[in-house]
């Protein structure tokens, strides 16, 4: 979802300016508005400690003794919102920023023992820390003053397992996992996750009742200075005091299905089925879903010992089908001396239709418009998971100004319906696919009608159907592959309202507007660390994407030994239609980089091309397969599909007339290469009970043609690349409120292509006013108009 808007730049600098004045004017009062005996934290400092661990240690310092950054408007901002007659207030606290940090003797004794805790788990046993606390006016320092002592190696390792399989099982998966080494430091993180993991493989080989508390370490020397400063470790695992542990193997599976979505009954006076199905009892009380869809991502199967991870994995999947509202496995004995346990899986159905109503409204300083769609969701037509939607769209976009009320002159009406069925598994013509332990797969029909009408231009009604097959080959790396993808196109121009020549031979891309073709093709898409996209931490991401058309039906017509001549407008048919023949490829590469805490820098490159070959050689490639730039995910300083191709410049169009009949049609070209660079960094902790984070933004690129036949303007030119780039920057805000992310970008125009040499660098008119400029390019570009900056809005992040 996203807007583009217009405003005066100035009155926004104006009232920036005024609010920059005030907060910047109780940033400073923080002071009088505590008591006399009270003290705001200026500084923290955290002295003598190996600087490797120095950003770890702070994170011991208790939040409400940190002081803000000196960039940080959180305290000036609550200062602002929350004081009231000289002092803070008490009650009816306003969610905007964060209360400065006040002095706290508790918190600072309890940060100091944090602190030494930490030091001795990282091997320095004879850590001691003191904390100075120093007040002048108000204002507090406090130095937590370590003397860390030696540090600790380990000397040996040893271990005492009671169960001797356990043994063999810990000593054959230990190279695997372990961090513990003889000669490295001692670090008590190391010994909890060499604990996790004994219990974890212990969980996945049959030990159900095996728990935490049976592992311990005891640490010998710790107490002693030595010459060589070293620690001997002795790893213990204990039997329960009942009897050594035992391997547990899974019996029959009892899968119950509540009757609605408030659950069980207490006294449930249903009967459980005696259906038994590969040692599976299948019981629906709310009869509204079979069997096998259900049963096929349950992984506990009889006769294999218990596994956690298979545990976990029915858990996970099963509410990836989305027709549960709650899982719950619990796991019974038959009897005191059985080592088989019965799985009994119980499921709550949560609703599983819905409908849901978005709107958008795109607006800029020449047009306004709105889309609304209604989409119908069932997650279980068929009961068996299959996930239905169908979606109305519509919208439209209308010119405004010249004191024109708004809609009155709709230049372009979009309207589509689609409708989708996903299956939770790859359908596979006689093959049987057990895809699931890594993520749920899905197979997905789809089909579509789209209808999009230009005033005085053109009409376009394109059909797509489609299949479509996604699946996860881990959690970072997900595949999906469209075999087929057929696409019906049949577009009309309005020759009537476009008699003069210019309209011909000046519009790039007039042509595609009247093309009626067909398309068989076949998509496959492969993504890198989806999953980490959300998180702070230092990764590559990747995705990408290829598409092809044209050569099944290629190799079909050259069976036939016709021939045909393309570049006279001779083409293949299928269906009555020429059909489209193309290779299009695009990558989205980037490189996310965590600074500290809640910094992070992005960089990434998005580059595609379009090939047409073959029976499309003549007629290149169709309207919806041509790259734009611009948009609130690209170049954010242009409003999307406005930029390139090339150097083009719509003042070759030749009058205002045809601009104006013209107006609103997409700039597209073959290729596109698009590059942003981000940092990104948080600004309030609490702002209307979200969060509030800002970027800035460097943004670069355009789209390309490959050829020169519609303008040497718009072919890409490796040797003058330099002078055909734009070049954008820009800051933005993202309203943090967890489950998704509002987002408000301001771009400003650096470097336009569409002007010539030295005037293509647009920020120095933009920093001497701007307005002899605009005049004189609204004069011989009427009736467009010319923006330095571009307002964007959107839910979540751009990239």
Not at 445 to 455: E, H, P, R, T, V
Not at 548 to 577: C, E, M, P, R, W
Request: aromatic share 14%; hydrophobic share 35%.
């Amino acid at each position: 979802m996203k807007a583009y808007f217009y405003l005066p730049f100035s009155n926004f600098y104006k009232v920036a300016i005024l609010l920059f004045i005030i907060v910047l004017i109780q940033a400073c009062s923080s002071t009088k508005y505590i008591s006399d005996d009270q003290s705001i934290v200026k500084k923290v400092k955290i002295d003598s400690i190996d600087p490797k661990f120095e950003e770890e240690a702070y994170n011991y310092v208790q939040k409400d003794i940190r002081p803000a950054s000196a960039l940080s408007i959180n305290v000036p901002l609550y200062n602002l919102f929350n004081t009231k007659g000289g002092s803070y207030k008490t009650s009816n606290i306003k969610p905007f920023g964060s209360p400065p940090a006040i002095l706290d003797s508790t918190l600072v004794e309890i940060s100091r023992n944090q602190i030494e805790k930490f030091l001795k788990g990282k091997g320095y046993f004879k850590a001691k820390v003191k904390a100075e606390i120093s007040v002048a006016n108000k204002k507090a320092e406090v130095n937590f003053k370590a003397s860390p002592g030696p540090a600790y190696f380990i000397g040996s390792i040893k271990d005492s397992i009671a169960n001797q399989n356990i043994k063999q099982l810990y000593e054959s998966q230990k190279p695997k996992f372990s961090k513990l080494h003889v000669g490295m430091q001692y670090d008590a993180d190391s010994l909890s996750y060499e604990r996790e993991q004994i219990y974890r493989i212990s969980k996945e080989n049959g030990y159900y009742y095996f728990l935490r508390p049976y592992i311990n370490f005891d640490v010998f020397g710790a107490d002693v200075v030595t010459a060589d400063n070293k620690v001997d470790l002795h790893l213990n695992v204990t039997d329960p005091p009942n009897g050594e542990h035992k391997t547990y193997t899974i019996g029959t599976t009892q899968v119950i299905v509540a009757p609605n979505p408030d659950g069980f009954p207490d006294s449930l006076r249903y009967k459980l089925s005696k259906d038994t199905i590969n040692h599976i009892v299948f019981t629906d009380f709310a009869k509204r879903y079979r069997r096998n869809p259900i049963v096929r991502y349950e992984f506990l199967k009889y006769g294999d010992l218990y596994d956690i991870k298979k545990e976990n994995l029915t858990y996970d999947r099963l509410y990836q089908l989305n027709i549960f509202k709650n899982v719950n496995v619990n796991f019974y004995r038959t009897d005191s001396t059985s080592n088989k346990l019965t799985p009994v899986i119980q499921l709550i159905p949560q609703k599983v239709m819905s409908n849901r109503v978005e709107g958008e409204v795109p607006f800029n300083g020449g047009t306004v418009g709105f889309n609304l769609s209604n989409t119908y969701t069932n997650n279980n037509i068929f009961r068996g998971a299959e996930r239905f939607e169908l979606q109305l769209k519509g919208g439209l976009q209308s010119r405004i100004g010249n004191g024109e009320t708004p809609f009155k002159d709709i230049y372009q009406r979009d309207f589509s319906i689609s409708a989708s069925i996903a299956v939770p598994r790859l359908l596979i013509p006689f093959y049987n696919f057990g895809m699931g332990k890594n993520g749920m797969p899905h197979t997905t029909f789809s089909s579509s009608y789209i209808y999009a009408l230009q005033k005085d231009i053109s009409v376009r009604r394109i059909f797509i159907n489609s299949v479509t097959y996604d699946w996860v080959e881990t959690k970072s790396k997900l595949h999906s592959l469209t075999p087929l993808n057929f696409e019906y196109r049949f577009g009309n121009l309005n020759r009537d309202s476009l008699t003069s020549a210019d309209a011909i031979n000046n519009l790039y891309y007039i042509a595609l507007l009247d093309r009626k073709d067909f398309t068989l093709g076949t998509k496959y898409t492969y993504s890198l660390n989806a999953d980490k996209l959300n998180e702070y931490r230092t990764f590559m991401y990747f995705r990408g994407n290829i598409e092809t058309a044209g050569n099944l039906l290629q190799a079909l017509s050259s069976i036939s030994g016709k021939k045909y001549d393309v570049a006279n407008g001779d083409y293949a048919t299928f269906l009555g239609l020429p059909y489209n023949q193309y290779i299009r490829p695009d990558v989205d590469l980037r490189w996310y980089k965590h600074l500290s805490r809640d910094k992070q820098f992005i960089a990434r490159l998005n580059a595609g091309v379009g090939y047409a070959y073959g029976n499309s050689t003549r007629s290149g490639l169709p309207f919806e397969k041509k790259f734009f730039a611009g948009g609130s995910s690209g170049i954010r300083a242009w409003q999307a599909r406005t930029l390139g191709p090339g150097n083009y410049n719509r003042k070759t169009l030749g009058s205002d007339e045809l601009r104006r009949a013209l107006f609103g049609l997409d700039q597209l070209g073959d290729l596109r290469i698009e590059t942003n660079l981000e940092y990104r960094y948080k600004l309030l902790d609490k702002f209307f009970g979200a969060t509030l984070k800002g970027a800035v933004f460097l943004d670069a690129g355009n789209v390309w043609n490959l050829t020169d036949a519609d303008g040497p303007e718009k072919k890409i030119d490796f040797a003058k690349i330099g002078q055909q780039l734009a070049i954008g920057t820009g800051m933005g805000f993202r309203y943090d409120v967890k489950y998704f992310v509002f987002r408000f970008d301001i771009g400003l125009k650096l470097k336009d292509p569409e002007f010539l040499g030295s005037e293509q660098w647009v920020i120095s008119k933009f920093l001497t006013g701007g307005k002899a400029f605009k005049n004189e390019y609204n004069a011989t570009h009427g009736p467009d108009t010319y923006r330095f900056l571009q307002y964007n809005f959107g839910i979540g992040m751009p990239f």
